[in-house]
């Protein structure tokens, strides 16, 4: 009787693999490097947004309110509102003027009021 597997080897199909074979692989690498270096410009994006918001938490501990004026006057391009005159004249004078006795609750009074300026809200 004829050996079935050696008879028959050339009419049986092979197998078909689990896993088709596809062209390259680059097309799913440089989609994976876009997204990659899309999240990193939106964390870089989110980051910068934020920053003037952090330079106002890091102002809150200061000691000295004439150079903390000075500084809050350095955010003031972010502000998405202009400040008031009022508010202006009051730091001007924190920075230039004489010594208060106050100043520090001034000072402190003119950054909360900022961080509602810098947001655009009342």
Not at 55 to 84: N, Y
């Amino acid at each position: 009787m004829p050996d079935p597997t050696q008879d028959l080897a050339d009419i049986v199909e092979p197998q078909i693999p689990s896993i088709a074979q596809t062209g390259s692989d680059w097309p799913l690498i440089a989609a994976g490097a876009v997204m990659a270096i899309a999240l990193l410009a939106a964390l870089y994006w989110h980051w910068r947004r934020r920053a003037p918001r952090r330079a106002l938490q890091r102002l809150r501990g200061r000691t000295d309110p004439q150079r903390a004026a000075g500084e809050l006057a350095a955010l003031l391009p972010r502000f998405k509102r202009a400040p008031e005159p009022q508010w202006w004249e009051e730091l001007q004078r924190l920075r230039f003027g004489p010594p208060q006795d106050d100043a520090q609750l001034v000072f402190e009074r003119l950054r909360r009021e900022a961080a509602t300026l810098l947001q655009g809200r009342r």
